[in-house]
């Protein structure tokens, strides 16, 4: 991919990251059919590619989904690929969630620069399960300067779009902010009328 498609503010690379059966794959399949799966065979990778509408503007989404072991988590090429990022933990297990610095961790020393995110607690429906309050999940998306959403694959609905969307309008402020042509100086604006001026008078003392 070249350089000025990447930047089209149109397109939006999704990585979803996270442990293994925190639900990404429910999450995605939720996302894209409005439906839930209750048995999905652990992912190996695979992306997704749709097409859709986000504020009236249509929309390329393509969506990575990965597998939650370690080293398809940490594969650099997946992580240099995403425009953003979805980390779901499971609310129902407490490593998921310590797992998610370590994960973001790993992606920043990547990419060495902020990431566009967004941080998920999933399974919101097994809430008599519930080991990561929500205050620990906020106090995380503070940390992690992204939004936050508690939800739940399997009887979500609206909130799981707005997951999407929402990352989707990050990465699109991050790549308008990237486009814009910079402003030039004004050291160079002066030092330009000052060479004109000066080139002004040169010339007309040569005419007289
Ligand atoms: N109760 C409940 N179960 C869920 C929810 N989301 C996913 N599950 C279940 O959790 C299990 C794992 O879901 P997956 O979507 O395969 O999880 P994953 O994170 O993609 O797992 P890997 O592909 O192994 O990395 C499945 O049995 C799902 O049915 C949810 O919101 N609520």
């Not at 794959?25 to 065979?41: G, H, M, P, Q």
């Not at 989404?61 to 990965?66: A, K, P, Q, R, S």
């Not at 941080?119 to 300067?145: I, P, Q, W």
């Not at 004004?186 to 007289?208: E, G, I, W």
Request: glycine share 4%; charged share 30%; net charge neutral.
């Amino acid at each position: 991919m070249n350089a000025s498609s990447r930047l089209r503010t149109s397109d939006c690379r999704v990585a979803v990251l996270g442990r293994a059966g925190v639900g990404k794959s429910a999450l995605i399949v939720r996302f894209l059919t409005k439906r839930f799966i209750w048995e999905y065979d652990p992912t190996l990778e695979c992306t997704y590619k749709h097409q859709t509408a986000v504020d009236e503007e249509p929309v390329t989404m393509e969506i990575l989904d990965t597998a939650g072991q370690e080293e398809t988590i940490h594969r650099e090429g997946n992580i240099r690929w995403a425009d953003g990022f979805i980390f779901v933990y499971a609310l129902n297990d407490r490593q998921s969630f310590d797992d998610i610095c370590s994960i973001k961790q790993h992606v920043d020393d990547i990419r060495r620069t902020n990431v566009q995110c967004i941080l998920v607690g999933n399974k919101l429906d097994l809430l008599h399960e519930r080991k990561v309050s929500t205050v620990e999940g906020e106090k995380l998306a503070t940390d992690m300067a992204c939004a936050f959403f508690e939800t739940s694959a399997s009887d979500g609905g609206e909130d799981i779009t707005e997951i999407f969307h929402e990352l989707h309008r990050e990465v699109r402020r991050r790549k308008m902010v990237e486009t814009k042509p910079r402003r030039r100086s004004s050291t160079h604006q002066v030092r330009q009328v000052l060479s004109k001026m000066f080139n002004k008078q040169t010339n007309k003392q040569f005419a007289s």
